[in-house]
């Protein structure tokens, strides 16, 4: 698997054949940093790279199912970094599998959610309190005239990005069809995904059942 990424530098195979980061300890953070190491590298090391494969090794789940521990702006950084290795890539660079084209903003306004995401508030001292924290103890500001904020696994406006019904391969698609536009955040995903978001901190995501 992923053999296009084996050139890559600091990258091993397991007994078991997978393709991890030396040293690799998947914990708090998830696959997080196997997408601070793509940022982190040099430029035009991923060349000749394949972009669907590229994505499959940084998400969780199955090709029904999947998530990236990073945000949507994140992924788009990665896959920014890639084009900018890959200036003259084919189709099948991008997806080797590819069967039709897909629309950017479709795919993540349809298919796209953000996951791991809860409501806690903070009093004007700086403070962030629970739905049970009546008022904070310092500055005694009343629980509802606090700031919302919203946070996620990695801190403040931090979520883990989930894709229903598709894979890493659908995402290269969408970039190869839309590849001459800029690729933005969909103002409906922002909308949609900001709606809901529970006022506890959930023990699990739903990938991780």
């Not at 629980?143 to 019904?165: A, D, F, I």
């Not at 933005?184 to 901190?201: G, I, Q, R």
């Amino acid at each position: 698997m992923y053999e296009s990424l084996e050139r890559l530098p600091g990258l091993t195979r397991d007994k078991y054949g997978n393709l991890d980061l030396e040293g690799e300890n998947i914990g708090y953070f998830g696959l997080y940093p196997r997408v601070k190491y793509i940022l982190a590298l040099g430029a035009d090391v991923l060349t000749g790279t394949v972009l669907s494969e590229l994505l499959d090794w940084l998400r969780w789940g199955s090709e029904t199912s999947v998530r990236w521990d990073c945000t949507l702006p994140e992924l788009i950084a990665v896959i920014e970094k890639w084009l900018g290795s890959n200036p003259d890539a084919s189709r099948n660079a991008f997806n080797p599998y590819f069967t039709k084209d897909v629309d950017w903003n479709q795919l993540w306004v349809e298919r796209g959610m953000k996951d791991c995401i809860y409501i806690k508030h903070r009093c004007r001292c700086g403070i962030m309190h629970g739905e049970f924290d009546l008022e904070c103890q310092a500055c005694w500001q009343k629980w509802h005239e606090m700031e919302k904020v919203r946070m996620g696994p990695r801190g403040e406006n931090s979520y883990n990005l989930v894709l229903l019904g598709a894979d890493g391969g659908s995402v290269a698609a969408a970039v190869w069809t839309n590849r001459n536009w800029l690729f933005l955040v969909p103002m409906e995903f922002e909308a949609k995904n900001n709606l809901y978001a529970p006022t506890y901190s959930p023990s699990h995501s739903l990938l991780d059942a």
